[in-house]
């Protein structure tokens, strides 16, 4: 089993900003790629940002120049800092790890999600 677990939404003021924070814990052997999802009410989940294993990353168009992933690898931690933030953002927000667990078996697991509420 492998257990992710996010932290650091709430609510703020438009040009705000916040940190999101993302620990997996488990059987875990390998993580290779980390991410951030949103969904907002009524839309469908979608990228927010990604991380490879060798610290490459992807953004949205939407969140470029106002995010930054990063990830710690001897935390098994990724984080989301997002910077001007906009009422558009107000979502859920999702973390997702993949890798290798013990013994060879590949994982994707998904966070509970956190809140963000950016008002205007």
């Known amino acids: 089993q492998v257990q992710v677990e996010e932290s650091g939404g709430g609510l703020v003021q438009a040009g705000g900003s916040l940190r999101l924070s993302c620990a997996a814990s488990?059987?875990?052997?390998?993580?290779?790629?980390m991410g951030w999802y949103r969904q907002a009410p009524g839309n469908q989940r979608e990228l927010v940002a990604g991380?490879?294993?060798?610290?490459?990353?992807k953004y949205a168009d939407s969140v470029k120049g106002r995010f930054t992933i990063s990830r710690d690898n001897t935390k098994n931690t990724v984080y989301l800092q997002m910077s001007s933030l906009k009422p558009e953002d107000t979502a859920v927000y999702y973390c997702?790890?993949?890798?290798?667990?013990?013994?060879?078996?590949?994982?994707?697991?998904w966070g509970q999600g956190t809140q963000v509420t950016v008002s205007s």
């Open positions: 997702n790890v993949e890798g290798i667990r013990l013994f060879g078996l590949p994982f994707a697991s």
């Open positions: 488990g059987s875990i052997f390998t993580i290779n790629a």
């Open positions: 991380i490879s294993s060798g610290g490459s990353t």
